[in-house]
T-cell receptor
Framework: GAGVSQTPSNKVTEKGKYVELRCDPI?????LYWYRQSLGQGPEFLIY????????DSGLPNDRFFAVRPEGSVSTLKIQRTERGDSAVYLC???????????FGPGTRLTVL | GQQLNQSPQSMFIQEGEDVSMNCTSS?????WLWYKQDPGEGPVLLIA?????ELTSNGRLTAQFGITRKDSFLNISASIPSDVGIYFC????????????FGTGTSLTVIP
């Protein structure tokens, strides 16, 4: 069975550009999470989806960050007008239910030049 | 956000030695989790703790939920080379839904 997959694995962009990061959760998992992990730090919560709706987006740092999950499976994290400080590994996780064990993907390493 | 202090920051040990690491918080948590992360991978859950005082084992790993609910400990017995990686604690405050706060990690190196 496939785990959580994330694409691309690496993304290099220039300051000011727009990027999209994709997460394919484990089939049947209703809960999906996005985290950001800076070098030498633990993952930092960004947003949690239950089905198609964002149940908790309190971790999004500002309005340049937005995420969608239109059909309750695949999710896309969108970052507008990227800044060098956005450089980090963006992790996605899914769980069967909101209280279930989270399974993490390998992450997308974003580098903003 | 909440800050979890994890110590030590790094450890270098000989194969076969036991390892202890801990995590403390300024807030009371109702759930503690311990994860291991290998390079280029996402964290993998090792142990979950749900009650104050709870002591749970997973093979050579043992973790405890502190009585004050502000700390947790992870012990690894008889370390082996594949234990190398970064260990993270994570905790949840009851009124923050599914938001877990992660510690800064303990990097473990096992010398064969």
């Amino acid at each position: 069975g496939a785990g959580v997959s994330q694409t691309p694995s690496n993304k290099v962009t220039e300051k000011g550009k727009y990027v999209e990061l994709r997460c394919d959760p484990i089939s049947g998992h209703t809960a999906l999470y996005w985290y950001r992990q800076s070098l030498g730090q633990g993952p930092e919560f960004l947003i949690y989806f239950q089905g198609t709706g964002a149940a908790d987006d309190s971790g999004l740092p500002n309005d340049r960050f937005f995420a969608v999950r239109p059909e309750g499976s695949v999710s896309t994290l969108k970052i507008q007008r990227t800044e060098r400080g956005d450089s980090a590994v963006y992790l996605c996780a899914s769980s069967v239910t909101g209280d279930g064990e989270k399974f993490f993907g390998p992450g997308t390493r974003l580098t903003v030049l | 956000g909440q800050q979890l202090n994890q110590s030590p920051q790094s450890m270098f040990i000989q194969e076969g030695e036991d390892v202890s690491m801990n995590c403390t918080s300024s807030s009371i948590f109702n759930t503690w989790l311990w994860y291991k992360q290998d390079p280029g991978e996402g964290p993998v859950l090792l142990i979950a703790l749900y009650k104050a005082g709870e002591l749970t084992s997973n093979g050579r790993l043992t973790a405890q939920f502190g009585i004050t609910r502000k700390d947790s400990f992870l012990n690894i017995s008889a370390s082996i080379p594949s234990d190398v990686g970064i260990y993270f604690c994570a905790g949840r405050i009851s009124n923050t839904g599914n938001q877990f706060y992660f510690g800064t990690g303990t990097s473990l190196t096992v010398i064969p």
